[in-house]
């Protein structure tokens, strides 16, 4: 059976005055999918979602939820959950009365009111919590409620703006981990806004990378992080050394000269024509330190450790590339006697975890 597609934008355009904040932006959810916007502040995110939910109009494009065409369709009429950064709780209602506001809205009777509030607060663990007001919740429990209000419509489509951004750390991550779960139990189709490429990375289904009103990338976490397809992806989307290489020729794989180095990698990861020269983007994980024989052609000295708690992070000056700076990853702290600062290092490039772009296409 094919998939049904739950959200699908068409060419959607958005301008605030001259300014252009979305430029023609295509895009299919599945249903039951947890999709997330991800980009920088400024980017758009917040205005793709606006435009999902009927707040902002489209200077052009159409948007379709559930098959139909909703971009005249008011908000309250698109059946879509909502759930802002700020809570946004209606503050003179307790617990009960925001969370069954959207059923009374839509006249349903009071006993199936009272049964899908109570199934909503338990399914985000706030059963006992109905009677009380917004201002005598945590924040944690004020974007459970939200939660519990925005899911209680039964939406078609869930949407989440930065939910979790006014929360601590700790807190952040266990109600990922919860968002996570209720979503995949219900199968409802999720769009989540973020600018934190972690929670982007742990949650989604798939991540939409965002910069200046454009899609730069669309696709799982582990092709986002691994093949990122665009220099602003791959310079936004986890830590990555930036190395000025040139593009030598290609035959079934890419040679690449990084430094006295020459490099074979996947042509499928280089970005660029023959001839080009490049910014290699390399994963500190992807790095290794090697002891030097006779073949090492590209070293590095060691200036710094930088100890992170489950990992160090080690950084290397390299004289024969442009004098850069990388800093490669080691899981056990005993490459603080390995590799101590002074030392001089082999490097040794794994393949998975380097790309490599045109270097004037580079804006990251
Ligand atoms: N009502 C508005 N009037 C004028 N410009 C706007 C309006 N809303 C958004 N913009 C502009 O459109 C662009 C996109 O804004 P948007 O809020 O969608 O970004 P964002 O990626 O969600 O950022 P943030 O993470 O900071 O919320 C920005 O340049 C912003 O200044």
């Not at 979602?49 to 139909?68: K, R, S, T, V, Y």
């Not at 009111?113 to 338990?122: F, M």
Request: proline content about 5%; hydrophobic content about 45%; some cysteine.
């Amino acid at each position: 059976m094919p998939e049904r597609v739950a959200v699908q934008l068409d060419g959607i355009l958005k301008r605030f005055g001259d300014a252009i904040a979305l430029q023609k932006i295509s895009l299919k959810i599945r249903e039951g999918e947890f999709v997330t916007l991800l980009g920088p502040s400024g980017c758009g995110k917040t205005t793709l979602l606006n435009l999902m939910a009927g707040f902002l109009e489209a200077d052009n494009g159409e948007i379709f939820i559930d098959g139909q065409l909703v971009t005249e369709t008011p908000p309250y009429q698109r059946e879509i959950g909502i759930v802002f950064q700020n809570y946004a709780l209606f503050p003179h209602m307790s617990v009960v009365k925001n969370v069954g506001y959207g059923l009374r809205m839509r006249g349903t009777p009071k006993a199936e009111i009272d049964e899908r509030v109570a199934q909503a607060l338990a399914l985000v663990k706030l059963e006992g919590f109905g009677e009380r007001m917004p201002r005598e919740l945590s924040g944690g429990q004020q974007q459970r409620v939200a939660l519990a209000r925005a899911l209680v419509i039964r939406p078609k489509v869930l949407l989440l703006d930065e939910p979790f951004s006014a929360l601590d750390k700790n807190l952040r991550l266990s109600m990922q981990l919860e968002l996570k779960e209720i979503q995949r139990k219900l199968g409802v189709t999720t769009v989540f806004v973020t600018h934190d490429q972690g929670e982007a990375l742990s949650m989604s289904d798939r991540v939409v990378v965002m910069s200046a009103g454009h899609v730069r990338q669309i696709g799982t976490p582990d092709a986002i992080y691994r093949s990122p397809e665009d220099p602003f992806v791959a310079g936004f989307v986890g830590d990555a050394n930036v190395l000025p290489g040139r593009y030598l020729s290609r035959d079934d794989a890419a040679n690449i000269e990084l430094g006295d180095a020459t490099l074979r990698l996947p042509v499928d990861r280089i970005h660029a024509s023959v001839g080009a020269r490049l910014a290699v983007y390399a994963r500190p994980e992807n790095i290794h330190l090697v002891p030097l024989d006779g073949d090492t052609l590209l070293t590095g000295t060691v200036v710094n450790h930088v100890f992170q708690g489950d990992h160090v992070d080690v950084h290397l000056d390299v004289p024969s590339l442009d004098q850069a700076r990388l800093f490669v990853r080691r899981s056990g702290v005993e490459s603080l006697t390995r590799w101590p600062v002074g030392a001089v290092a082999g490097l040794a490039f794994e393949d998975d975890g380097i790309c490599a772009f045109a270097a004037d296409a580079t804006s990251a």
